[in-house]
């Protein structure tokens, strides 16, 4: 058998491979970039994603590169709250929710592809940029950073390169750059003390200016200090469009802070915890309208090159991970062929089209518009603006949709039953 060529060696690519030698399939991963590193800010991973990677033995690996999420609160303009709940273990799932680096679980995933599969399972400097579907499998056209190109035939291509995937680009050809809605992140990391339960995601603002704290690390035994991940939101007018999309693009406090100068609480002094932060990233929130197909012959998307989203309910490393793993299960129902594409395709394309949508609405965090429209976004009791009942229907609704509804998720078989092979 030609081994699967997965497109793109980040999250959503390691757990592809992981998942591939788990059952028994040969692959090999294509990744653009020279050197592997660990890049980028925080992340939260949802129970969903939690289960799968407890199932590839990875869990026990989690605690050297970030912390349990406990708790997810809204909170208002003046410092209100507006919604906490608890998460992961404390909300009854069977599995935590666990908020980590995500260049940190880049690396954990990778190690564990050399560990499993060899050093020659990754390929670092080659980028896909086609890829020819034949008679008998698939050819992948592929471009070095030494200038040189080649071609690696396959059984299948799994396009797993993300938001700016070439193999999604030539499935669709005529769908453009990204969509910028209008809103502007600016994420960094910062040494602070904890904050609420220690170990709370934590949203304040409204849908125009908001501000995102959650720590990624255990307090430090000696100082108290925890890594805590910060995101400032701004909104703009979207259609001078924006120049960029890139997570590495750096940026200057004077590029936000100001409109942030007077969002200082008892407990929570956002303006001090951005000026701690080291190096800041800023990042236009971008996504695809839905695609109406992720499959062509033998290639078939997974991850952000299949439904990228706005980050606003912590799905897309989440929904990456639970990709590969759906694409474990239809290789061992169907063979490694096209109609295991197809079987994934029709099992979760109209789920995750509508979640784009959904988070293309805010999400979760929509309901900050209901605060805003019944009380110009200042309250002293959020139950005399908007009872505990209508919250908590709507953030269920939610956790459906996402595909980590507690009772669901807790009841549901393996994805993957252990011991199971690709005939």
């Known amino acids: 058998m030609e081994p699967v060529v997965i497109a793109g060696g980040g999250i959503a690519g390691m757990a592809m491979a992981l998942t591939c030698h788990e059952i028994g399939v040969p692959c090999r991963v294509l990744e653009s970039v020279r050197t592997m590193a660990p890049l980028g800010v925080g992340i939260n991973l949802q129970p969903n994603a939690v289960r799968e990677l407890d199932d590839l033995g990875l869990t026990d690996q989690l605690p050297a590169i970030g912390l349990e999420a406990t708790e997810w609160a809204l909170v208002g303009r003046n410092g209100n709250d507006i919604w906490s709940e608890p998460r992961g273990l404390l909300a009854g799932y069977n599995w935590p929710q666990w908020a980590v680096h995500r260049g940190e679980l880049q690396m954990l995933l990778y190690r564990a592809v050399l560990d499993c599969l060899g050093p020659d399972a990754v390929l670092t400097g080659h980028q896909v940029v086609g890829y020819e579907n034949t008679s008998e499998g698939i050819r992948v056209n592929v471009a070095r950073r030494d200038g040189s190109t080649t071609k690696i035939d396959g059984s299948l291509l799994i396009g797993a390169d993300g938001l700016h995937s070439a193999t999604r680009r030539q499935l669709h050809p005529n769908e453009g750059p990204p969509i910028w809605g209008g809103a502007v992140l600016w994420r960094g990391t910062a040494l602070g003390q904890p904050i609420r339960s220690s170990s709370a995601f934590t949203l304040v603002g409204n849908l125009e200016q908001r501000f995102v704290h959650y720590p990624i690390s ?18 703009f007018d979207p259609s001078e469009g924006w120049s960029d999309s890139d997570w590495s693009r750096q940026a200057n406090l004077d590029d936000f802070l100001p409109e942030f100068e007077s969002w200082n609480f008892d407990w929570l002094d956002i303006p001090a915890m951005m000026r701690k932060a080291g190096t800041i990233y800023e990042y236009p929130m971008v996504d695809r309208d839905p695609a109406a197909t992720w499959v062509d012959g033998r290639m078939g998307l997974i991850g952000d090159a299949a439904h990228v989203m706005y980050p606003v309910g912590s799905n897309g490393a989440s929904q990456a991970i639970v990709d590969a793993r759906v694409m474990g299960a239809k290789l061992i129902e169907h063979g490694v062929g096209p109609d295991a594409l197809h079987a994934f395709e029709d099992q979760l394309l109209k789920p995750m ?37 209508e919250i908590q229907t709507f953030m269920a609704k939610y956790k459906v949709a996402a595909g980590f509804a507690i009772d669901e998720l807790n009841a549901a078989p393996q994805t993957i039953p252990t011991g199971s092979r690709v005939a």
Do not use: K, W, Y
């Open 218 to 235: 255990a307090a430090d035994a000696e100082t108290g200090l925890q890594v805590q991940n910060l995101i400032a939101e701004l909104t």
């Open 353 to 389: 089209n509508a979640l784009v949508l959904r988070n293309r609405g805010a999400g979760p965090v929509s309901i900050l518009g209901l605060v805003e429209e019944r009380c110009g976004g200042v309250f002293g009791d959020i139950n005399d603006v908007i009872p505990h009942d």
